[in-house]
């Protein structure tokens, strides 16, 4: 089973700043095969980036991903108010298709 | 508009039984790969069980194995998760989600990343 591990647990940040979020994989993940998603609070998560750096559609170009093989990064550029939430990776390489445990982007 | 409706969720007593059931719409239901993830409360997600389009390769987490069954009736548009012996730990809101495939020189590849969510059923297993 391929383990993801997210760093940081949560990120204090400001409106207008720039987020870093990472995920590490205990193994290569195949072909990039990673996702991020984004969850508000009583909410359904919904896709932001697939393949490790496609944007799904109707994702602004703020969010980008990137990496390959064990380390992958998830970077907003320029937070807005409504950015502010949990973030999840997800490897969809080899079964089980295991999450990450989330990182909090929290308002500074 | 692509839609995904769970229902079937409820409190169950620990060693019981229950199916949840999820209604697709405004999608060709059968040529897609769907998937179930769960989230405990106040916990991260955890991905249960995916089915692919055809209902030919259905994949688990370990932690359900040998209790949970994923299925999928394509004429129904309707995706399944027969729960078996359950536990207080499979107390959670279980999503539904849709996945992707590609036909590539004439193979169905399909992709469980999840680019449409249902707003999930909530399950408590509780004497």
């Known amino acids: 089973e391929i383990v993801l591990t997210q760093s940081p647990g949560t990120l204090s940040l400001s409106p207008g700043e720039r987020a870093t979020l990472s995920c590490r994989a205990s193994?290569?993940?195949?072909?990039?095969?990673l996702a991020w998603y984004q969850q508000k609070p009583g909410q359904a998560p919904r896709l932001l980036i697939y393949g490790a750096s496609s944007r799904a559609t109707g994702i602004p170009d703020s969010f980008s991903g990137s990496g390959s093989g064990t380390d992958f990064t998830l970077t907003i550029s320029r937070l807005e108010p409504e950015d502010f939430a949990v973030y999840y990776c997800q490897q969809y390489g080899s079964s089980p298709y295991t999450f990450g445990q989330g990182t909090k982007l929290e308002i500074k | 508009e692509v839609q995904l409706v769970e229902s079937g969720g409820g409190l169950v007593q620990p060693g019981g039984s229950l199916r949840l059931s999820c209604a697709a719409s405004g999608f060709t239901f059968s040529s897609y790969a769907m998937s179930w993830v769960r989230q405990a409360p106040g916990k991260g997600l955890e991905w249960v069980s995916a089915i692919s389009g055809s209902g030919g390769s259905t994949y688990y987490a370990d932690s359900v194995k040998g209790r949970f069954t994923i299925s999928r009736d394509n004429s129904k548009n309707t995706l399944y998760l027969q729960m078996n012996s359950l536990r207080a730990e499979d107390t959670a809101v279980y999503y539904c989600?849709?996945?992707?495939?590609?036909?590539?020189?004439?193979?169905?590849?399909?992709?469980?990343?999840?680019?449409?969510w249902g707003k999930g059923t909530t399950v408590t297993v509780s004497s």
């Open positions: 989600a849709k996945g992707y495939y590609e036909v590539v020189r004439g193979v169905i590849y399909y992709y469980y990343y999840m680019d449409v």
């Open positions: 193994q290569s993940v195949s072909s990039s095969y």
